[in-house]
């Protein structure tokens, strides 16, 4: 199976520009935990996540109704095909620590994939149980 049947292909977004107060409010809104930040062309530029907001503004001081989006989301984005097999996003989330991939196509955001989407699925929740111990083995490490 590909990434492209079991993906988000309507992610909601953000602009680079846009306020962490907006950003935080879509977040809430759409009970998602992680936002992509693209440009007006559809390019990816970083993420946005709840812990991002929590972290890098609030944790700060900074005012979140004129702080920036792109001063505080992650630019380092883990990436995936909307044609990569399901068995190897999994992988990729186990192995870099992270719930949601984005899909990109030609440079441009077409979807996301998160650890939800394989869950949901009976065929696939050995793959998603397999990511979520390695993301819980490797916190427990940490922590």
Known sequence: MKVRDIMNSRPVTV?????????ARLLGRHNIGMLPVCSDDGRLRGVVTDRDVVLRCVAG??????TPVKE????A??????????SKAAEM???????RLAVIDGGRLV???SLGD???RPDLRMEAARALGDI?????RMG
């Not at 883990?78 to 097999?85: C, I, N, T």
Request: charged letters at 30%; aromatic letters at 0%.
């Open 72 to 75: 505080i989301m992650t630019r």
């Open 61 to 66: 001081g900074d005012d979140a109704q004129i």
């Open 15 to 23: 602009t680079p520009e846009e306020s962490v107060e907006v950003a």
């Open 136 to 140: 819980s083995s490797n916190v427990r």
């Open 77 to 86: 984005v883990a990436v995936v095909s909307p044609e990569e097999d399901v």
């Open 118 to 120: 394989l869950a949901r």
């Open 93 to 99: 989330m186990g192995r870099s620590q992270i719930r």
């Open 111 to 113: 979807g996301v994939v």
